[in-house]
DNA sequence: TTGTATGCGTTATCAG
DNA sequence: CTGATAACGCATACAA
């Protein structure tokens, strides 16, 4: 392994002139720089990033924790945050959480996490319950989901009023029993799902219907199978049902299929809306309306709030709060 | 921040005693390890793991580089992949290359590289040509695509027998008139959509038809909306085309929702096929035909193998070569 | 403009 | 069974 050392003797100049060129310092003469950018290259000498992290007490990494790569709404915003944190100059290592609550928390208190500047959380299974465990004195910045006065920086979907329009959007096109397909903790008001129903509830209220709880379906996560699985039970269940508002697009996906198994049509038979518009939503058939957060600027926002609380590490946290915009998309499986 | 030293001296022993204690050394009393222990989580002491990086040589960290993380099939490899990894006691760091063969070197070549234990290239760009390039004295296994005679050990997608066996599908189908639709360097014989083209062909002139360039068309990127937007190309064109064989499944998502647009119905009037079978293939609306490699035994082999020449570091590498067992899954568009 | 000395936190080695 | 010492490779502070 060649260091630092190899290429001060190759060039004939001492340890720190090589550090001074390798790291842009100004005073450098142009023709020693030379010499040692030359003895660099012959020897193919490459900074040893451990030694440089250790005196730095930076790694330039930043640890993303999402429950499922695999999922196309994770997907897509880690290909942003990967995007911005470059741009930031912060390489990112993802986790998967799984999903579960101790994951999270894992990936929290995990002394692994001393390998990042930092951790940006995609956070579903932790609760307002759990706010006491985020207060770490290390910079966290949740992502994607609103935890009530956590004391933790958060970037968060707007999840209720999203949900909100969402249903509204069923009613103006003439719905009146709509049905909610989401996760388990769907009755409880926490969480992504929660927090969606909520809005459901709203409008369909607002909207003078009558919340009825048997329109509720439980899923066991936010995933195809389990929209198309909960979509059978949907079916079977002999409920009457004009619409589905699904807590996610995955899941309005798999409704979708399931309901082309039955041969019921969408829109005609039954309107069906999702949750993020993840790309796939625009080529699917029918085509997925739904609730569109601005992903660039969540991304950007996680990132940029993150890459705050490193700058100035010590410094208390200060709980910022930002909820992204949001509009609802129309496309075919809505229009009447 | 909280060092070594301090709990050696909260627990009234040496550095290497706590360094042992959390190394479970063998040779330690029990009665010494609990003190150690206690004070270790009464003072919250966390390894520091850059200074354990210098010394050790390793950062347990490798890196996975990917054209685009949002795209369901690199979504659902990284999964895979890290899955793999933490069992192994890796994390995993993720790349974006943007499919471009100049950032697959950057990714080669960077000096960043020595952050990670090893590489794992999922290529896309890079040809025979740049074999030499890959002869890094570096941990790296190449994923997804064969670079002839490469010097790197590489895990290889079923490229010409996947797409031969599609094709052949197709033709058992009853179609005679089957156009490829596949990425820019189609007609060169390299890469994965090249070698697809040349299963492609194989099965057409193994059943007798003529192989013809006009059924081949040229998309600029492995994903939908370049699927939908060849796929007008083709409608447009006039020529005479009974079955679509798309290079991978993003393309033919694009491509059927093209269809339908157009009236097109599949697999009435036309069939189509995919490569790949990502989790939406069984979901779409209709569901999607599709060569199936086997994505766990491809993931668990990449990530075997990096291991293994992590393990090994300085022997030189053997050009071990992988290929996945794959089947064609058929599905509904391709059911007469 | 360049060089010297020092320490970042951990662990291998070897002595006690 | 436990402890003293010396690196790992780099960059900061300061001296020349």
């Known amino acids: 392994m060649v260091t630092m050392h190899d290429v001060a003797r190759a060039a004939g100049v001492s340890l720190m002139t090589v550090s001074n060129v390798i790291n842009d310092h100004p005073h450098v003469k142009q023709g020693t720089r030379e010499r040692v950018l030359e003895a660099i290259d012959a020897l193919n000498y490459k900074v040893n990033v ?3 992290n250790l005196r730095s007490g930076r790694t ?3 640890g993303l924790a999402v429950p499922e790569i695999d999922r196309p709404y994770f997907g897509q915003l880690a290909a942003l ?4 944190a470059a741009a930031r100059g912060f390489r990112v290592a993802v986790e998967q959480t799984g999903a579960s609550r101790e994951n999270e928390l894992e990936a929290l208190a995990a002394s692994r996490i001393r390998l990042y500047d930092g951790l940006l959380l995609s956070t579903v299974g932790l609760g307002p319950a759990d706010a006491d465990l985020l207060n770490v004195e290390y910079p966290v910045v949740l992502l994607g989901e609103r935890i009530f006065d956590g004391p933790v920086p958060h970037v968060a979907m707007p999840n209720v009023e999203g949900a909100r329009s969402a249903v ?6 003439g719905a009146s029993r709509i049905a909610f397909i989401g996760s388990p903790e769907s009755l409880s008001e926490i969480g992504a799902s929660g927090l969606r129903v909520r809005g459901y509830r709203e409008a369909v209220e607002g909207a003078g219907l009558a919340f009825d709880s048997r329109l509720l379906f439980r899923t066991a996560s936010f995933s195809m199978p389990e929209g198309a699985r909960v979509a059978g039970m949907l079916i079977n269940s002999g409920v009457d049902v004009d619409a589905v508002f699904c807590a996610n697009d995955s899941l309005a996906f798999g409704v979708l299929r ?3 198994d039955s041969g019921v049509r969408v829109p005609d038979d039954m309107l069906v809306i999702g949750f993020d518009d993840v790309l796939e939503a625009r080529y699917s058939i029918p085509s997925l309306s739904t609730v569109a957060p601005d992903h660039v600027q969540m991304a950007t926002a996680a990132v940029d709030l993150l890459a705050a ?3 100035k590490a010590g410094t208390a946290a200060e709980p910022t709060e930002l909820v ?3 509009r609802v998309v129309m496309r075919e499986s809505t229009s009447v």
């Open 50 to 52: 451990a030694a440089r």
């Open 60 to 62: 330039g990494t930043i």
């Open 81 to 84: 945050v990967i995007e911005r």
């Open 168 to 173: 509204e959007h069923l009613i103006s096109q």
């Open 258 to 260: 399931r309901l082309a």
């Open 309 to 311: 609380r490193i700058a």
């Open 324 to 326: 992204s915009d949001y």
